[in-house]
């Protein structure tokens, strides 16, 4: 019989040696079909095996369990933010300053391409990944581990000889172009807005608190060092560079080493002829002394380092004429218009197409039809209208008309407006409220408080069709109503859904309660035998016991995620108490607010919000919620606890349910605002972390004495 330690060793090698010339550029010698189904095949060994799982194995690349929120911390040294020159005098003044500063003739400098990304620092301990930061304020950042664990291009494991105990390197994480243009050409398919730029997107997606979530295809490269053992010097920056490139990093293809001003400016123009054709988007150049030891001697100023500089290139602009404006509609129901102008080189590629975020950015620059524009990219991938060029226009420019409809099914249009205007308002109302009051009772006539200015349409940031049935929306809101953590349909993938869809037979949320009467139908369709179809059936029946909870966070509802279907499901019991209650009854609940109130009653009293509520009564679906009712002695009342490792008593999603039932707030990272840890059998970092910080744990031993019976 096959050893299943060496089976899992065996698996390890290969996946973690295809992800290493992965990292390099090179051929890795497996398909992506391979690669992934020689991973599922570990993942299932270990999941056999337990006691043979390891930090580092490529298993641990799919993300633990999402978090609640992201811990801060201190970097070891700042990471300092670079000066901007913009022109070859600049570059010259720089160059002659350091030299003087130095008190020599000529500085040797490496020139780096400047990557448009998200800096980022990685700590490695004996060689492990222990812990990823964001830049943040420079002296302190968020902790993104658990989603740095999912980008195969950083090595979980560093290889080689000479591996200091601790290395802490600095670089960029980014999107390339070719990734960002995929996910992209799927979100346009789906009718939702593109994302901007990679830089942006690449933000977006590591602050995810699910790391399933988190983008895959991101890429890094290190530029830099931060805190290194005592034990371990390096002499000049490009060898540090070759060390950790030997170690599995990343590091720079395109950089060189020159000994003048004169020559890092014809590099400068060199790579300005090249970066277009790059696979990440870049602004600029950075431009390093090479020796660690005059980079000490030059030293640092308050907010910059004086041993580098950034030359930033200038943005790119260019000319066109806008012809038309169509409006897209989103899966969350966005309405975003979109400009179709004269086609235009910019950047090395042809654009014809550009966002114009929303009618509020349409009015505040004023863009009409037939105008005249300016775009830029400048970093942003996707085309930006940066102006109108007003001193040609005539009489044929036209304005922009927004739709007060959707373009998709007709339903009347929602605007919202900027929520710090609107804030500024609501704050208003209430101090004179609370003055008109205070004037009363001291007997006295109110005295006047300054309003701010009314909302008017430049404070528009968004347009949305409200009807959860629309077909530009229907068929993302279905796969969202159906997902594990609303209604969990397993058997109605985002596959079946098209294909139920295509045939007639899912036209809005209610259908899917009707699919038991029309089983003969669904067996007429391709892949849908009587046990995928009876599995389905039994799906569904199974889903209307969800409660009030599931279903409101299925329902696609604006500003309500999990946690506010879930304030809205405890407070009101049953979806009837909440159809009746007013904007203000549902804003004053803890952790909702006014935004989120008007978005509820919006849909409750939408016509196709009501029909939706009608489908699900009409089906059966329970739409009550068993309110929490917690003991006013209870020991977890109130506090933030973390489960981790295995339990023999209980799974974990069940212990959270109690622990909830009995007042707890249940977390998914230790941080200082930890009050209790549960920790089982192989509970790992977690608990290294807890005690670290002196944080309370238990065992399930403790636990069980202290649970109610």
Known sequence: MPDPKQQIADLRDRLNEADRLYRLGQATGMSDIEFDHALKGLEQLEAEHPGLVTPDSPTQRVGGQPIEGFETKPHSSPMLSIDNTYNEEELNSWYTRTCKLAEVDQVELVMEPKVDGVALALRYEQGQLVQALTRGDGTKGDDITHNIRTVRHIPLTLKGEHIPEILEVRGEIYLPQDVFDRVNAKKIEAGEDPFM????????????????????????????????????????????????????????????????????????????????????????????????????????????????????????????????????????????????????????????????????????????????????????????????????RDVSELPIAAPDKCPECGTPVEIEYDTKRINELAVYERAVEREKAKAEKEERQPEAIDKPAAINPLDETARYCPNPECPAQFRERMAHFVGRNQMDIDALGEKTIHQLADAGLLQNLGDIYRLKDKREQLLELDRMGEKKVDNLIEGVEQSKQRGLLRVLAGLTIRHIGQGGAKRLAQHFGDIDALIVADEETIAAIEDVGPITAASVRQFLDNPAGQHVIAELKAAGVD???????????????????????????????????????????????????????????????????????????????????????
């Open 197 to 392: 730029n990679p830089r942006n997107t690449t933000a977006g997606t590591l602050k995810q608190k699910d790391p399933a979530k988190v983008i895959r295809g991101l890429q890094f490269v290190a530029y830099g060092k931060g805190e290194i053992s005592n034990d371990t010097t390096y002499a000049t920056h490009s060898g540090f560079v070759a060390t950790i490139k030997q170690l599995g990093l990343p590091v720079h293809e395109h950089e060189a080493i020159v000994e003048s001003a004169d020559q890092a400016w014809r590099w400068i123009q060199g790579f300005d002829q090249l970066r277009h054709n790059l696979p990440f988007a870049t602004d600029g150049v950075v431009i390093k002394t090479n020796d660690y030891n005059l980079q000490d001697q030059l030293g640092v100023t308050s907010k910059a380092p004086r041993w580098c500089i950034a030359y930033k290139f200038a943005a790119e602009q260019a000319r066109t004429k806008l012809l038309e404006v169509n409006w897209q509609v989103g899966k969350t129901g966005k309405l975003t218009p979109r400009a179709t102008m004269q086609p235009t080189l910019l950047a090395g590629t042809t654009v014809s197409h550009a966002t114009l975020h929303n009618f509020g950015e349409v009015l505040r620059k004023d863009i009409r039809l037939n105008d005249t524009v300016v775009i830029e990219k400048a970093g942003e991938i996707i085309p930006q209208v940066v102006e109108v060029v007003t001193d040609v």
């Open 623 to 709: 739409l009550t919620e068993e309110k929490i009712e917690v003991a006013a002695d209870s020991p977890f009342a109130g506090k933030t606890i973390v489960i981790t490792g295995t339990l023999e008593n209980y799974q974990r999603n069940d212990l959270k349910k109690i622990l909830e039932g009995l007042g707890a707030k249940i977390s998914g990272s230790i941080s200082k605002n930890t009050d209790l840890l549960i920790a089982g059998e192989k509970a790992g970092s977690k608990l290294t972390k807890a005690q670290g910080l002196g944080v309370q744990v238990w065992d399930e031993a403790k636990l069980l004495a202290t649970l109610p019976s």
